[in-house]
């Protein structure tokens, strides 16, 4: 199944594009790295692609249907770059926000004890189970984002979009995080990921796609580190980051 289907799409914040006709899927299972130079167009595209912008031209699917009429936004976790920061959210535990992921799913208010079962197997399973009664806005950002991943499975998302998730955020618990993810993934979950060290994304991801405003590759992760697509899009920005072990 196809999950993201975008066909020529092009956006611009005023007269210069950010991004220009690029035409792309995602498939159900995938790990797609997004990767390009700063200001390249990587959260732009992914908004498009999550039905937060709207394109000046081209279309967009999600899940086989046009985004401006899809309306089944559980199934969609999106880790913003804000999912880092404290400011903004809501005075509640992590259980509490959890719950709220699987009313999300259930479409009504009365939670059963299987729903409980599942919202404390998607604290467990990111690995926070001993902060579950904590203030959400009491983590710390890498804790904060493994409750927003608790949440989207609690609501049973199948796909998750993350924007460099983790800025700031120690090596150590860097690669957990990775892991993670792949673990998620492993067990059909469908991630869009952008990620600024191409290290992780050539080690994790199964397909790449690398812009600068312009798509320079979308296709497996083999045949991107064999081809030129990286050298192209980041030109001499100076800016490739490869620090991987
Ligand atoms: P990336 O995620 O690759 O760093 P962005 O998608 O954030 O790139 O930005 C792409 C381009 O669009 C950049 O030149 C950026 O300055 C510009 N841009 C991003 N957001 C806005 C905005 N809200 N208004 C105007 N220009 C923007």
Redesign the pocket.
């Known amino acids: 199944m196809t999950v993201v289907n975008l066909q020529n799409v092009t956006f611009a ?2 007269e ?1 594009p ?2 220009a006709d690029v035409s792309l899927t995602v498939e159900a299972g995938d790990f797609l790295g997004l990767i ?12 498009l692609m999550l039905g937060l912008r709207n394109p000046d031209s081209g279309t967009i699917e999600l899940f086989g249907e046009p985004v401006d009429s899809f309306d089944d936004g559980e199934r969609i976790g999106y880790v913003s770059q804000q999912a880092t920061s404290r400011g903004g959210s809501m005075p509640v535990t992590v259980r509490e926000a959890v719950t709220m992921g699987r009313f999300a799913h259930a479409g009504h208010g009365r939670l059963t004890d299987e729903d409980r079962e599942i919202v404390a197997d998607a604290i467990e399973t990111v690995g926070i189970a001993d902060l579950a009664d904590r203030q959400v806005n009491q983590l710390s950002g890498g804790q904060r984002q493994r409750a927003y991943i608790a949440r989207a499975l609690a609501s049973e998302a199948d796909l998750l979009a993350l ?2 998730p983790t800025v700031g955020v120690d090596a150590e618990s860097r690669d957990a995080f990775y892991q993670l993810l792949e673990s998620l993934n492993d067990d059909g979950i469908t991630i869009i990921l ?1 990620e600024h060290d191409i290290g992780v994304v050539t080690d994790r991801a199964n397909r790449i796609a690398c ?1 600068n ?1 312009e798509l320079y590759h979308h296709g497996d992760t083999e045949s991107f580190v064999e081809s030129d697509a990286l050298t192209e899009a980041y030109g001499a920005t100076g800016q490739v980051v490869h620090h991987h072990h």
């Open positions: 914040y005023g210069q950010a991004v390009g130079p700063n200001g390249s167009g990587k959260t732009t595209l992914l908004h924007d460099e952008i812009i405003t």
